[in-house]
Nanobody, 121 residues
C-alpha cells in the first residue's frame, strides 16, 4: 500500500500565504512526477502545479508567479507554497504522486485525502 498524507491547509485572508505538504510512504519504490490539484465546490478537479524527478516545474496560468512547488526526494515529500492568495484559490487541494510500488512493473497514480484551503476577502 502507498499512503499520501497532506497537511497545511486552513483559513487565510486575501493576500496572505499558506504552505501545503504531502508525504508519501509505504511500499513505493520510485516516485516520478508529483503534483497538486484543486477542486472548488461544484467544479472539476484542476491541475495546479507539477514537478518532475529532475525538478522541472509547470504551473497553471492562474497561479504562476504566486505559487511554488518543490520536493524533497529523500523524504518523498512535495510542497506547495502559496502567496498572494485570492478568494478564487479557495478549494480542496489534493496531491498526486506517480510512481511504482515494490514488485510492480508499472507506474500508478496515488492521491492524497485532500486539504481545505479557504481564502476570505
Amino acid at each position: 500500500q502507498v499512503q499520501l498524507v497532506e497537511s497545511g491547509g486552513g483559513l487565510v485572508q486575501a493576500g496572505g500565504s499558506l504552505g501545503l505538504s504531502c508525504a508519501a510512504s509505504g511500499s513505493i519504490r520510485r516516485i516520478n512526477t508529483m503534483a497538486w490539484y484543486r477542486q472548488a465546490p461544484g467544479k472539476q478537479r484542476d491541475l495546479v502545479a507539477t514537478i518532475t524527478g529532475d525538478g522541472s516545474t509547470n504551473y497553471a496560468d492562474s497561479v504562476k508567479g504566486r505559487f511554488t512547488i518543490s520536493r524533497d526526494i529523500a523524504k518523498n515529500t512535495v510542497y506547495l507554497r502559496m502567496n498572494s492568495l485570492k478568494p478564487e484559490d479557495t478549494a480542496v487541494y489534493y496531491c498526486k504522486v506517480n510512481g511504482r510500488r515494490y514488485f510492480s512493473n508499472r507506474d500508478d497514480d496515488y492521491w492524497g485525502q485532500g486539504t481545505q484551503v479557504t481564502v476570505s476577502s
